[in-house]
C-alpha cells in the first residue's frame, strides 16, 4: 500500500525557514519521481519542485533560490527546504509520487497518481 505522510508544516514569520518532509512507503524512489504541490484558498494547486529518480530537479520560478527539494534513497524521504519565507507562500503542501507520467517544468498534478495529506504553511508578516 502507498502512503505518503507529509510534516513540518507550521506557522512562522516572513523571512523564516522551514523544512518539510515526506515519509514514502509501499514506492521506491528508484522508480517512482516525486513532486512538491502547494493550494492556497481560491488558487490552482501548484507546482512548487520535483526531483526524478536520477536525481535531476526542477523548481518554480517563485520560488527558485528560496526552495530546495531533496532526498533521502535509503530512509525514503523526500524534503522541502524553505528559507526566505514570505506571506504569499502560505498554502497547503502537498507531496506526491508519480511514474510513466510527463515531465513538466514546472511539474503538473496530471503526472502525479499519489498523494500525501498535505500540511499547512503559514507566513505571517
Known amino acids: 500500500q502507498v502512503q505518503l505522510l507529509e510534516s513540518g508544516g507550521g506557522s512562522v514569520q516572513a523571512g523564516g525557514s522551514l523544512r518539510l518532509s515526506c515519509v514514502a512507503s509501499?514506492?521506491?524512489?528508484?522508480?517512482?519521481?516525486m513532486g512538491w504541490f502547494r493550494q492556497a484558498p481560491g488558487k490552482e494547486r501548484e507546482g512548487i519542485a520535483a526531483?526524478?529518480?536520477?536525481?535531476?530537479?526542477s523548481h518554480a520560478n517563485s520560488v527558485k533560490g528560496r526552495f530546495t527539494i531533496s532526498k533521502d534513497n535509503a530512509k525514503n524521504i523526500l524534503y522541502l527546504q524553505m528559507n526566505s519565507l514570505k506571506p504569499e507562500d502560505t498554502a497547503m503542501y502537498y507531496c506526491?509520487?508519480?511514474?510513466?507520467?510527463?515531465?513538466?517544468?514546472?511539474?503538473?498534478?496530471?503526472?502525479?497518481?499519489?498523494w500525501g495529506q498535505g500540511t499547512q504553511v503559514t507566513v505571517s508578516s
Open positions: 506526491a509520487a508519480g511514474i510513466g507520467g510527463r515531465w513538466f517544468i514546472p511539474p503538473r498534478p496530471q503526472s502525479f497518481s499519489y
Open positions: 509501499g514506492i521506491s524512489f528508484r522508480n517512482y519521481y
Open positions: 526531483i526524478d529518480t536520477d536525481d535531476s530537479a
